[in-house]
């Protein structure tokens, strides 16, 4: 069975740094893109970028290029979203999901970030 | 940037009805790489179809994607109590990938 599980919930300060996680199981980890997708309080999906476990290649949305820094271990069949220093408004409910060329089965449970002084 | 326009915002139908959800491109989306999600509150996106029209493992047959170019569809052919949600579409054909900003279907 796939699964991919999300590391828990998140409270920060801003300007903390912040790595979560979303662990795959169940499939060869290096074959599949994985996604991470942000959503805002009450707000939409966004694609935030994609990476290839099996050579680290990633891609970026422009609205994220610079915010945020998303890895993978293939070691531990695990990838990362991570922040230098968060705001504010980094406050969301983080999703990764595996890509089937493109669009996504199988999701994760989700991780929320609060980032509040 | 692919830009995808969904509409409306919400609607409001009845259990029994047809429910029929729009999602525009700003320009062609290649191949049909266009998908749908459903999702509920406290819940993480669930896939209805990918390719434009063709349905994911175990979702019924009620759900029916159609349309290609910059115009896409998604009809809901006999509403049940549990279709109650907010629905996505997505595009994989261009880079980055983009979400439309979603359509709340609602109980009247």
């Known amino acids: 069975e796939v699964q991919l599980v999300q590391s828990g919930a998140e409270v920060k300060k801003p300007g903390e740094s912040l790595k979560i996680s979303c662990k795959g199981s169940g499939y060869s980890f290096t074959n599949y893109w994985i996604a991470w997708v942000r959503q805002m309080p009450g707000k939409g999906l966004e694609w935030m970028g994609i990476?290839?476990?099996?050579?680290?290649?990633?891609r970026y949305s422009p609205s994220f290029q610079g915010q945020v820094t998303i890895s993978a271990d293939k070691s531990i069949s695990t990838a990362y979203l991570q922040w230098s220093s968060l705001k504010a408004s980094d406050t969301a409910m983080y999703y990764c999901?595996?890509?089937?060329?493109?669009?996504?089965?199988?999701w994760g449970q989700g991780t929320l970030v609060i980032v509040s002084s | 940037e692919i830009v995808l326009t969904q509409s409306p915002g919400t609607l409001s139908l009845s259990p029994g009805e047809r429910a029929t959800l729009s999602c525009r491109a700003s320009?062609?989306?290649?191949?049909?790489?266009l998908a749908w999600y459903q999702q509920k509150p406290g819940q993480a996106p669930r896939l209805l179809i990918y390719g434009a029209s063709s349905r994911a493992t175990g979702i019924p047959d009620r759900f029916t994607g159609s349309g290609s170019g910059t115009d896409f569809t998604l009809t809901i052919g006999r509403l049940e109590p549990e279709d109650f949600a907010v629905y996505y579409c997505q595009q994989y054909g261009g880079s980055p990938r983009t979400f439309g900003q979603g359509t709340k279907l609602e109980i009247k």
């Open positions: 990476i290839y476990p099996g050579d680290s290649e990633t």
């Open positions: 999901a595996r890509s089937e060329g493109g669009y996504s089965l199988y």
């Open positions: 320009q062609s989306v290649s191949s049909s790489y």
